[in-house]
């Protein structure tokens, strides 16, 4: 059967698994025709999985849950990638080390959440929106920096802290869970997500999914340049420095059992009801499932 499976951004290391789970016969094995798409804008993910017009892709948690607050019900069957540290990444000379350095500054972000972390957390911290500008990145945050558009802006130590360092800047981040007092980066994990009417429909083909890309991870993790040259033959373009040390970073981030980790989806709930992103903290057992997570194939 032919899928199509929308990816978070542009195709880049940290889908690494499910390339690999694709070319090397993973998905094909199990009668699954995967189709992957790069999104010209990831904010249209959750809503078109959600609207049921795609019928699986990736997403961050934060989203999910703000999707489902929109009347969408989408589901995460399980995590790809678990707490990649994320927050306000700035160069060096920026002397940004707190939230209420970021006064008088220009601070980037990808979509409309991260403008609503910033929001709230300079709220909190006493500034007012007359304080900061706000200034929309989308995908190329470390581009931003380091032509200096932006002063500070959200991003990944494991992706766009790697890009800023490897052009020879030093840099900083300003961890959100931190500031916020999270615990952990729970709220950037990145999810399978699909929609409740495929899930009643087509439970067999997400059982079988899970198990395919379930082994693209494993050997993702065991064999790393195996699944390099995966990744590299589906875009050569990766095929660089660069990108090589962006994947080495993201690695200990790959989840081991690709499960849906209930702490945090606790966790992401009231932080969602905090930034207004839901009127109330849902049920969060009602966001996710273990159904089809292969836990009979992960390692003890």
Known sequence: ???????????????????????????????????????????????????????????????????????????????????????????????????TDIKGKRIGYVGEFGKVMVDNLASEAGLTPNDYTTVRTGMDAAHALINDKVDAAIGLSCF????????????????????????????????????EKFIKTHPDLLS????????????????????????FAVKPGLDTPLYKKIFYHTLPYFSRDLLNVERDWRKVGKYAQKLGIIAQENDFKECFTHAFAPVDLCPV
């Open 208 to 231: 079988e999914f899970m198990r395919a890309t379930l082994a693209g991870l494993q050997v993702t993790r065991e064999d790393p340049e195996k699944a390099l040259s995966c990744l």
């Open 1 to 99: 059967m032919k899928i199509s499976f929308l990816l978070n951004w542009y195709l880049n290391p940290y889908h690494a698994p499910i390339i690999v789970a694709k070319e090397m016969g993973f998905y094909s094995e199990r009668n699954i025709d995967l189709a992957i798409i790069e999104p010209t804008n990831p904010s249209d993910v959750t809503h078109l999985i959600g609207q049921g017009d795609i019928p699986l892709g990736l997403k961050a948690m934060v989203h999910c849950y703000a999707a489902r607050g929109r009347g969408f019900k989408v589901k995460s069957i399980g995590t790809l990638l678990d707490e990649p540290p994320t927050g306000l990444i700035a160069l060096k000379h920026k002397n940004i080390n707190h939230i």
């Open 160 to 195: 766009q802290q790697v890009e800023i360092q490897e052009q020879g800047f030093e840099s900083t981040m300003l961890r959100i869970d931190e500031a916020a007092h999270l615990g952990c980066c729970c709220f950037c994990s990145i999810l399978f997500i699909t929609h």
